[in-house]
């Protein structure tokens, strides 16, 4: 199935922005979501715009939360909410996040007693029905009404009403687009979906769901799927939107087969990238949580640390708990080939493989815990025959005299580091799992590990870390943030059959970690678009989309296995190469996809303020990065691009840092910005140069 080409992919500089002069003065939007300042797992799509309009509110559902100030603009409305009942409901103050945008916090609970009578308002003029035991689509009627309702009465409230922008993210927002666009609101609404609600359901189903994406019949499918009302809930406001968009290219495609609409922009998600002055600062981050890694690492395998950690190559994935969506499968049986090859070939690296997915859990391994507890007992003891040892030589030194090595340590000493010895000594494997799992017969990480035989033994050169639960820098187990975690690892792996976008090699790459990606994936097919040689730049494209399953399992297998081979000059060099790749995701980039769509909406609703006219890219104008001037990256001469040598450096071919960023800076070109265009002037895309 061909890619086709959409306003989003072919040019990063082919968009306009809204530039200084444009007037803001009467123009409003409203971002919508479900889950922002709830549960920790926003995407930063807030985090460019705040600037680009004259007010910019977010709209959230959320439990009660406290802010530090409030906006005088919102003061009559309330008081409007008071005098209607609904103060205690509605929460405004400042997102404390970079942007510090407008917040409002409805609490849907406060209004549950409305449900039935929205329920059947929602019955009589869409004729979608909501059961009773669907807890959250029940909280996203009541959701889309109250968002209806607030922004019915902004425009009614105001002596002039602005020009309100909603923006709508997900099915769960999604009817209160719905709804105004059926109260004939002055509002320009604009719907999102990061992921069709119906093709992550299918794809989880192990259907061929690509291959059959035109032949699905959607509405028996949701049905069977109990999901109907959501998908219909979803569908409706995919098709009742000003402006209809989603994140890549190929949910794109998947949105027009299952929504029935083909998305007029595509807006890929970026991330606030922050550089760092100095190239190797983000190296010494690097060497720094690795280390922490490391300490742990040393207490999981305790009486088991027969390999060597200078020697060892940390590899991750993490994510939603969606064992065939997100990979995880055949992720599995490519390290169990691994495995294999790395035993046949007598390697001395060694694999250490985490899954960071959330699972149910009731508690954390006892001999996991026993693990850094006896790891931590040791440190202690070395460190006190440290300071005994160190006082005898400091004595020893000061009356003139060369220390005895035979006397330095007494019977005391030795007693003491032979009971820390005998500390360690482990009858049982080192555990695959770090929590007790609430269904451990049945989860399906557990039972392929025990299907494939890694269950870190001696003879395995690749280990396995489960660690069902997000990572915290206040667990007792491993006291890491998921930012320091990545930042330690030496490769992520994520060869999702189902990725919408994928923020989590996006965020590898903003932090110059290499990583594994898919063409069924948007971040994967973004890169190939704009890079000439992914691979060389640290980011692995696997092939699900032409291949099968067994194929591509060789494939990454292939792609381990090279990777594990570099030498750590090497993978230093693939490092910096990745880091450089960051410009590509970075809001000041990307957000421009969101500027365009909005001004697109804001065009439809208000046709006399605003005109937008895009032109049809006759071919694709955007930049792709070069191949890099040494592939694949070999070991060679570098004036800073690490903190330190390694300790075995091949001089094969000469590689300046310097001089291979310069080569990238000449071949790339840059964005640019358009002549300034303010309302009652067409927009359009330029023409090529």
Sequence with gaps: ???????????????????????????????????????????????????????????????????????????????????????????????????????????????????????????????????????????????????????????????????????????LAGLGLVLCRQRQLPVATIFTTHATLLGRYLCAGSVDFYNKLAEFNVDKEAGDRQIYHRYCLERAAARCAHVFTTVSQITAIEAEHLLKRKPDIVTPNGLNVKKFSAMHEFQNLHAQSKARIQEFVRGHFYGHLDFNLDKTVFLFIAGRYEFSNKGADLFLEALARLNYLLRVNHSEVTIIAFFIMPARTNNFNVETLKGQAVRKQLWDTAQTVKERFGKKLYESLLVGQLPDVSKMLDKEDFTMMKRAIFATQRQCLPPICTHNMLEDSSDPILNCIRRIGLFNSAQDRVKVIF????????????????????????????????????????????????????????????????????????????????????????????????????????????????????????????????????????????????????????????????????????????????????????????????????????????????????????????EKN
């Design 1 to 171: 199935m061909p890619l086709a080409r959409s306003l989003s992919v072919t040019s990063l500089s082919g968009l306009e922005e809204w530039d200084e002069e444009f007037d803001r003065e009467d123009a409003v939007l409203f971002e919508i979501a479900w889950e922002v300042a709830n549960k920790g797992v926003h995407v930063s799509f807030l985090g460019y715009d705040v600037s680009m309009l004259m007010y910019h509110y977010c709209i959230e559902s959320i439990c009660p939360v406290y802010f530090l100030c409030a906006s005088p603009d919102l003061v009559k409305f309330l008081k409007l909410f008071r005098s209607c009942g609904f103060f205690y409901s509605v929460y405004f103050g400042r997102w404390l996040i970079e942007g510090s945008p407008y917040v409002i916090l409805l609490d849907v609970g406060f209004t549950a007693w409305s449900l039935d009578r929205w329920k059947i308002e929602l019955w009589e003029n869409f004729s979608i029905g909501v059961p009773w035991f669907d807890r959250e689509a029940n909280d996203a009627v009541l959701f889309g009404f109250l968002t209806a309702w607030l922004l019915g009465e902004v425009c009614t409230q105001c002596d002039e009403p602005p020009h309100i922008g909603a923006h709508f993210h997900e099915w």
């Design 467 to 686: 660690h069902p639960e997000f990572l915290s820098s206040t667990s007792p187990l491993l006291p890491m943030d998921y930012e320091e975690f990545v930042r330690g690892c030496h490769l992520g792996v994520f060869p999702s059959y189902y990725e919408p976008w994928g923020y989590t090699p996006a965020e590898c790459t903003v932090m110059g970690i290499p990583s594994v990606s898919t063409n069924l994936s948007g971040f994967g097919c973004f890169m190939e678009e704009h890079i000439a040689d992914p691979s060389a730049y640290g980011i692995y494209i696997l092939d699900r989309r032409y291949r099968g399953v067994d194929e591509s399992c060789n494939q990454l297998t292939s792609f381990l296995f090279q990777f594990c081979q570099q030498s750590r000059r090497q993978r230093i060099i693939q490092r910096n190469r990745t880091e450089r790749l960051s410009d590509l995701l970075d809001w000041r980039y990307l957000g421009r996809y969101y500027v365009s769509a909005r001004h697109m909406a804001l065009a439809k609703a208000f046709p006399d303020t605003y005109i937008y006219e895009p032109q049809e890219p006759t071919s694709a104008t955007g930049f792709r990065y070069p191949r890099p001037a040494s592939v694949p990256p070999s070991p060679a001469h570098s004036l800073h691009s690490s903190p330190h040598h390694s300790e075995a450096e091949d001089e094969e071919e000469p590689y300046d840092e310097d001089l291979e960023v310069e080569k990238d800076r000449v071949n790339i070109r840059q964005p640019f910005n358009l002549p300034n265009r303010n309302k009652n002037q067409t927009v359009g895309l330029p």
